[in-house]
């Protein structure tokens, strides 16, 4: 199975932009769909931005939708969440993932995570 493992995460002002990446070993990942998910203190883990396996498809969710791109690379075997535009309410554990069956705005859609990246935007 694949590992991932998020980097880029940090502590940012609003209105500031990130870069959010997530580096796979152990398979190839041109053989995955991806997905970012997010996780705020006290609240359940939600739905972020989709990718196929070659780039051509993306969805969002509504509320990062024209702030945050999702993109990747297969030859450097990461996928990208660039967020610009941050906003407090975007503060939150960020999570890649495996996508395996189902609907992709779901968690249990998933197979593979990575620990998460913390993402901190200050008012």
């Known amino acids: 199975q694949v590992q991932l493992v998020e980097s880029g995460g940090g502590l940012v002002q609003a209105g500031g932009s990130l870069r959010l990446s997530c580096a796979a070993s152990g398979r190839t990942l041109s053989n995955y769909d991806m997905g970012w998910f997010r996780q705020a203190p006290g609240k359940e883990r939600e739905f972020v931005a989709f990718i196929n396996w070659n780039g051509g498809t993306t969805y969002y969710t509504d509320s990062t939708k024209g702030r945050f791109t999702i993109s990747r690379d297969n030859a450097k075997n990461t996928v990208y969440l660039q967020m610009n535009s941050l906003k407090p309410e975007d503060t939150a554990v960020y999570y890649c993932?495996?996508?395996?069956?189902?609907?992709?705005?779901?968690?249990?859609?998933?197979?593979?995570w990575g620990q998460g990246t913390q993402v901190t935007v200050s008012s």
């Open positions: 993932a495996s996508y395996y069956s189902g609907g992709y705005y779901y968690t249990n859609a998933y197979k593979n």
